[in-house]
């Protein structure tokens, strides 16, 4: 799509062999979210750092000893993310999470089509996020000067992948966070998580946006040593800082929004943010009037923006209890059978107190039955008195 064919032609042998690779993603995603569920990021850590570590010694031995080129350095990549991998899986089941971890089960397919829906949502919300300034590097290819442009970009696009590891890393454990505080009960506790992450991503941000507007014509230079290419860079540089600085606080609310179950809604507004409002702009700006790569980048950035104040005013309206009652309401869905729900067709005034009749055995716990198309959650104390509230999801 607007390269050329020398370039489309290393593209493809790399997608080709880098296939075992993105294979090994949903094992190396669920083992990580695993244990992340129960704080265990340390071990994520040296693991990770280790695959890193061999990582690095592989590449230089095949690429530079070897000299086994491009499809060598694609095998080193599937390599180390299997290693990885393994890794991770020879900890869960070999005594690291002897508390979580009680081998193979049935119960592991209980809930899977509800599951499925929540991760395809999941699953379109993150890829329309990282497509998105992907598109950058396509349009490249319809611009004066290619290859030039193609560098560039590619190292723009790398930085700013480097750098948005922090923020993905702080996603993970909003969202991981925030769902645990919610399941149990914690509204302030979520409230609290969602607050530190997305002050702690924002202040990286300005980190690395202070670093990026003070040395612009040094960025380059770790990469190439292309005079054109560095001078494009060094023009990009404001662009890129910026893209860092609010992509330092979507992640963060997008894993809030993983955390609380809003996978759905935050897929279209994605969409409706990147694809009807930054991609036109773009457009818009880069070709109709003119501006090149520049004005595609700076309309693509308003897609950014508008997408953070709409996650950031969902989260600011956010009422957490409600959120907790919700995520309690599904715990105990999955906990009790059918047959320990309060079945009635009458109607309350909230909030109401009702005696239960003797024989009742599921004192203490939560239930929840629709009636009239409402959700209610019902507290069951000792002594059997009910405490009806109602909880619209």
């Known amino acids: 799509m607007g390269q050329t064919d020398a370039v489309a032609e290393q593209s493809g042998v790399v997608a080709v062999w880098l296939i ?22 340390w071990v994520l850590a040296y693991i990770s750092g280790g695959a890193l ?3 690095v010694f592989v590449s230089w031995f095949f ?38 971890w009680t081998g193979f089960s049935g119960q592991a397919f209980v809930g899977l089509w509800d599951f499925f829906k929540l991760s395809v949502a999941s699953g379109v919300m993150v890829a329309l996020e990282n497509f998105y ?22 190292i723009c696009i790398t930085i700013f992948g480097w750098q948005s590891m922090i923020p993905l890393g702080f996603l993970a454990a909003a969202g991981v966070r925030v769902a645990n505080e919610l399941g149990a009960g914690n509204a302030k506790g979520a ?41 494009m860079v060094n023009d990009l540089a404001v662009l890129l800082a910026f893209t860092i600085l609010f992509n330092c606080i979507q992640p963060v609310l997008s894993g809030v929004a993983i955390g609380s179950g809003w996978q759905a809604k935050v897929a279209f507004i994605n969409i409706g ?50 959120e907790a009652q919700k995520a309690q309401i599904l715990i105990t869905k999955r906990q009790l059978p059918d047959t320990n729900l309060i079945s009635t067709s009458a109607q309350f ?20 039955r629709q009636i009239s198309k409402d959700y209610f959650l019902l507290t069951v104390d000792e002594e059997n008195q009910v405490n009806l509230m109602n909880v619209r999801p």
């Open 20 to 41: 075992p690779m993105h294979l090994s993603f949903p094992f190396q995603f669920t083992l990580q979210r695993f244990l992340q569920s129960q704080v265990k990021t």
């Open 53 to 55: 570590a061999l990582h």
């Open 63 to 100: 690429v530079y000893k070897l000299r086994v080129g491009i499809v060598g350095a694609a095998l080193t990549l599937d390599f180390s993310w299997w290693v990885t991998v393994l890794g991770l899986f020879v900890n869960v089941v070999c005594g690291g999470c002897a508390d979580s």
């Open 133 to 154: 300034y992907r598109v950058l590097i396509i349009v490249s290819g319809y611009l004066h000067n290619t290859e030039v442009a193609v560098d560039a970009l590619s």
């Open 191 to 231: 409230k609290f998580a969602t607050t530190i992450s997305v002050l702690s991503s924002l202040m990286v941000g300005l980190l690395f946006w202070s670093i990026i507007i003070a040395f612009p014509e040094n960025l380059a230079m770790i990469f190439t040593s292309s005079t054109s290419v560095i001078e």
């Open 273 to 322: 943010s990147y694809y009807l409002v930054g991609v036109p702009l773009g457009v818009l700006l880069g070709w109709s009037l003119h501006f090149g790569i520049t004005g595609i980048w700076t309309g693509m950035i308003s897609g950014t923006v508008i997408q953070t104040l709409i996650l950031a005013i969902i989260t600011l309206r956010c009422e957490w209890e409600k």
């Open 349 to 368: 005034t909230w909030p109401c107190h009702v005696s239960l009749s003797e024989g009742c055995s599921f004192a203490g716990k939560i239930l929840q």
